[in-house]
């Protein structure tokens, strides 16, 4: 079974969600969330209905054991078997951490994750990827600072202040996954990945995570089709990675940097690499006659 379908397996079992042919939504997926840097505003958000309630999407601690027993692979016994500092997910993103990450395990790289909360988001990755990786977290919040244990590092600061980034990025990089779950503004996110993303090293991947905050006004400035919002930006993304085939500006490095753009429900997961102009050949049976 190939990476996605794995995946989508993974999502299935683990969320008792339809067979690919079934209709029904997948339910009740567990909670992943931070807190929101500044005032949240609803000017010029579009028309809609209220953001869908919290509580909709979540399940019991007292699941986690249930959850432990049918774990299906390392990344799900880690986090569903978290012993420390509280660390909440989303149940599917489990399958797609597992898909894009595992090659990492056991390595050198450096890791940044944007969005400390309370510090067990860290620890679950140093159990999971390991001793040797560099595993730095930045958060806005100063008592973030208190909530993490050596090897793993934790500077203060904000997510869209580049001087703080860069200095981050000139300290432990260049990071070769970069994990954004910080305050789910879409112009925080934009202002990370304006400033992170042409420092991660090529062949690492960026994440964007919590995509569905875009949706959600109250708190994070969201609206459906709102301009501004990271889902918005990701559409730019994919028209700029085409961009070899259409005469418009870009606005990003998707064209030339961009090898690969994995979209699931509340997660993007964006591949660099050197990208050489796309070319196309017919061949037949008498070119190869020599």
């Given at each position: 079974?190939?990476?996605?379908?794995?995946?989508?397996?993974?999502?299935?079992?683990?969320?008792?969600?339809?067979?690919?042919?079934?209709?029904?939504?997948?339910?009740?997926?567990?909670?992943?969330?931070?807190?929101?840097?500044?005032?949240?505003?609803?000017?010029?958000?579009?028309?809609?209905?209220?953001?869908?309630?919290?509580?909709?999407?979540?399940?019991?601690?007292?699941?986690?054991?249930?959850?432990?027993?049918?774990?299906?692979?390392?990344?799900?016994?880690t986090f569903f078997g978290n012993p420390g500092r509280p660390v909440h997910k989303w149940l599917h993103y489990l399958?797609?951490?597992?898909?894009?990450?595992?090659?990492?395990?056991?390595?050198?790289?450096?890791?940044?994750?944007?969005?400390?909360?309370?510090?067990?988001?860290?620890?679950?990755?140093?159990?999971?990827?390991?001793?040797?990786?560099?595993?730095?977290?930045?958060?806005?919040?100063?008592?973030?600072?208190?909530?993490?244990?050596?090897?793993?590092?934790?500077r203060i600061g904000s997510q869209d202040d580049p001087d703080f980034l860069r200095a981050v990025d000139a300290e432990?990089?260049?990071?070769?996954?970069?994990?954004?779950?910080?305050?789910?503004?879409?112009?925080?996110?934009?202002?990370?990945?304006?400033?992170?993303?042409?420092?991660?090293?090529?062949?690492?991947?960026?994440?964007?995570?919590?995509?569905?905050?875009?949706?959600?006004?109250?708190?994070?400035?969201?609206?459906?089709?709102?301009?501004?919002?990271?889902?918005?930006?990701?559409?730019?993304?994919?028209?700029?990675?085409?961009?070899?085939?259409?005469?418009?500006?870009?606005?990003?490095?998707?064209?030339?940097?961009?090898?690969?753009?994995?979209?699931?429900?509340?997660?993007?997961?964006?591949?660099?690499?050197?990208?050489?102009?796309?070319?196309?050949?017919?061949?037949?049976?008498?070119?190869?006659?020599?």
């Amino acid at each position: 079974m190939g990476g996605l379908a794995r995946v989508r397996s993974g999502i299935r079992r683990r969320l008792g969600g339809p067979t690919p042919n079934a209709a029904a939504p997948l339910t009740a997926p567990v909670m992943d969330d931070r807190l929101s840097e500044g005032a949240a505003s609803e000017a010029g958000a579009m028309d809609a209905p209220d953001d869908i309630p919290w509580d909709t999407f979540v399940l019991p601690s007292s699941d986690a054991p249930g959850l432990l027993a049918g774990a299906a692979n390392d990344l799900e016994r880690t986090f569903f078997g978290n012993p420390g500092r509280p660390v909440h997910k989303w149940l599917h993103y489990l399958p797609v951490y597992d898909a894009h990450f595992s090659r990492f395990r056991d390595t050198e790289f450096r890791m940044l994750e944007i969005g400390v909360w309370k510090g067990g988001s860290l620890d679950m990755w140093r159990r999971y990827f390991g001793a040797s990786a560099t595993i730095v977290g930045i958060d806005v919040n100063p008592e973030c600072a208190q909530v993490v244990d050596s090897p793993n590092v934790v500077r203060i600061g904000s997510q869209d202040d580049p001087d703080f980034l860069r200095a981050v990025d000139a300290e432990f990089g260049p990071f070769d996954l970069i994990l954004d779950d910080g305050s789910h503004h879409g112009r925080h996110q934009r202002a990370s990945f304006d400033v992170l993303f042409p420092q991660l090293a090529d062949g690492g991947i960026y994440v964007i995570e919590d995509l569905h905050t875009s949706y959600w006004r109250d708190l994070y400035d969201g609206g459906y089709r709102r301009p501004g919002t990271a889902i918005e930006f990701l559409k730019d993304v994919m028209d700029d990675l085409h961009g070899w085939y259409h005469r418009h500006d870009t606005s990003t490095p998707a064209r030339d940097w961009i090898s690969g753009m994995h979209l699931y429900d509340s997660i993007v997961v964006l591949d660099k690499a050197a990208k050489a102009p796309p070319r196309n050949i017919e061949v037949h049976a008498t070119d190869l006659s020599g």
